[in-house]
Each structure stands twice: as C-alpha cells, then as structure tokens.
C-alpha cells in the first residue's frame, strides 16, 4: 500500500469525536493502566458517546474474554457491552478457523480469552500436545502462566503443527511499571523451537478485518498509546489515528518515528478526542504551532516560544518528521523536550 509520507500532525476544525463516526480504542495505557481508569478517560469517553460516537475497545490482550473486560469498563463507569470490545484472541481465532477443518482441536498456551473465541469459531481447545491439536495458539495469560505451558507448545510444533499468535507485544502496562507482555513470551517458543508464528494481532491486517467486520466502522479514528501495534495498525489499514501521551510512548520516540508510526494527531490524553487540533503551519526554516517554533539544525532540534506544550510537541514532530523523511530522526531533541516538561 502506498501512502503519502507524514511530515506533520493533521489539523482538524472539529471535535475528534464529530468528524468520526467510531473510535477503535486500545484499552491498556489508553483507558486503564493496571486495572485502573487513567485520568480524564471516564468522562471524556462518555462525552464523546453521548454526542453520537460509537466506542469500540480494540486490544492485543487476549487474556480476558469481551464480557470480562465490558464488566471491568462498566465498573469502571465506562458503560459497555460484550460486543463493543475487540480482542486479538477473536482476530487469531478467525485466522485458525479460515486455516483448519472445522471442529478442529487446538493447543492453546493463554488464558481464558482465547478458549473462549476458539469456541465461537467452532474450535476446540485442549491443553496438550498428546491431543492430536491441529494448531497451536499462544496468548497473553498473566503473570500466572506456568513453564510447562511454553514446553506443550513447543512439542507440538516440533511434530510440525503450525503456530499462531495473538499478538507480538513485547510489554504492557501495569500499576507497578512495564511489565513483560505475550511478545516476550512468544520469543521464548520461537528460542525453543526455530519457528515462526502466524500473528493475527495489531499493527497487522487480520485484527484490523475483525474490528472492522465487528463494528461496521465507516469513518474509524484509532486511538492508542503504542506506536509499533496502534499507529502502525492504523497505519496499514489505510485509516486516521490519534496517540495519547498516558501510556508506553514518550517524547523521543514519537520524534523518532518512521512514516508508518507517525500518528495522524497528538494529545495528552483522551481529552483529545473532544477537541479540534491545531494547525502546524511552516515558519520561515521551521515550522510553528501555538506559540512555539520548531526547527532542525546541523544536530538537534531547536524549539522557541511559549504556550501550551502540546503545541510544542507538535512542532517539533513537524520538524524532525520533515528532516527525516521517509527514515528516522536522528537529530537530538532532548533539550528541546525538556523545555516542554513532558
């Protein structure tokens, strides 16, 4: 597919929530973090609803089954439904399920999540390579998730049964810190084994299909906090993304992102989705948002003014973005994000 490359973050003259008709929300770092609501996401979530948009929650965690994390966000005072939630573990079992007879047993080294949409997709789960599975699946299943699972997994694909993924993500967020996420755990099995799974997860097309088919999404905005599974997954399915600043991704990344991980807008958090966005407009050698101006030198980026340090951001996206064109910024930003306190 190919796209115009991203110099700067999109303007736009309305509310995010009134120019899209649904937003694909990633859950962890973007409405929660270690079971708990991040500021300001109950009641900007709930504005956005009642003015018309519809909320899909969309993650690579397949641990929780869809009525598990609806009941969570409800509680959370986030009313949902079962079917307003989208999970990787939905997305790799239609994958299988396109790939095996129907009926079919399947290996599964994960939690409850992925028993569950096997079943949807007339699949059988069972737990050892002794039970003739027709795939292997691996999931997210908490920090609980014993050894011996990894070891099932890898008896069954060294007899040559193929394997799939939920997800690749290497970390998720927890209350404590960055935990280690399925990612982690899947490089264990590839170690073992010297295979390589098929992976249904975001930034990749099949989870991009099951939230679309799932939601029958027009005008989508994906919303998230990962550059390398949110931004990249909009990013391959052709649609618009905002990035908030709550979750894994800090200033030197987003500044040293690639084309397909620049984010259509930034904010700070989901705030964002209720508000315009601002123009970043050129400025002589550089370019200015707000009250600040952003420009690349010989080695770093140089940001003057004042104002709202998201505008600042902004510029200094434009700047790097444009100096490193279709490759990455190396141009030091330190000083000039530290200026911003972000």
Not at 47 to 54: D, F, I, L, N, Q
Not at 86 to 110: C, F, H, K
Not at 155 to 184: E, H, K, M, Q
Not at 221 to 238: H, P, S, W, Y
Request: glycine letters at 12%.
């Amino acid at each position: 597919m190919s796209q115009q490359v991203r110099t700067r973050p999109d303007a736009s003259g309305r509310a995010l929530s009134e120019a899209y008709d649904t937003a694909l929300l990633d859950l962890d770092g973007v409405v929660y973090a270690g079971g708990e609501a991040i500021a300001h996401a109950v009641d900007s979530l709930g504005t956005a609803r009642a003015g018309g948009m519809h909320l899909a929650y969309v993650t690579n965690n397949a641990l929780r089954t869809p009525d598990a994390v609806a009941a969570h966000l409800t509680e959370l005072g986030i009313p949902a439904r079962a079917d307003d939630v989208i999970t990787s573990a939905q997305a790799v079992a239609r994958l299988i399920a396109e790939e095996v007879p129907a009926g079919a047993r399947v290996l599964v080294v994960g939690g409850e999540g992925l028993r569950v949409a096997l079943r949807e997709r007339g699949l059988e789960p069972v737990e050892s390579a002794e039970d003739d599975p027709a795939a292997v699946v691996q999931g997210y299943g908490g920090p609980e998730l014993r050894w011996a699972r990894f070891a099932e997994a890898c008896y069954a694909i060294a007899r040559g049964v193929p394997w799939f993924a939920s997800n690749t993500d290497l970390t998720i967020p927890s209350a404590r810190g960055i935990a280690p996420g399925n990612g982690a755990a899947v490089e264990v099995v590839r170690i073992a084994t010297g295979a390589e799974p098929r992976v249904a997860g975001k930034p990749l097309p099949p989870m991009h299909r099951e939230t679309i088919l799932r939601t029958g999404a027009e005008r989508p905005l994906v919303v998230g906090d990962r550059l390398d599974t949110d931004i990249e997954g909009a990013f391959n399915g052709g649609v618009d993304s905002l990035l908030v600043l709550t979750g894994v991704t800090d200033g030197p990344q987003l500044l040293a992102a690639p084309p397909r991980h620049r984010p259509t807008y930034v904010d700070a958090d989901l705030r964002g989705m209720l508000t315009g966005q601002p123009e970043v407009v050129e400025a002589g050698a550089g370019f200015r948002c707000g009250g600040w101006t952003a420009t690349a030198g010989e080695e770093r980026l140089e940001l003057d003014g004042e104002g709202d340090a998201l505008d600042g951001l902004r510029a200094l996206c434009a700047a790097a973005w444009t100096a490193a064109g279709e490759g990455v910024c190396e141009l030091d930003g330190g000083k000039a994000l530290t200026r911003l306190a972000l």
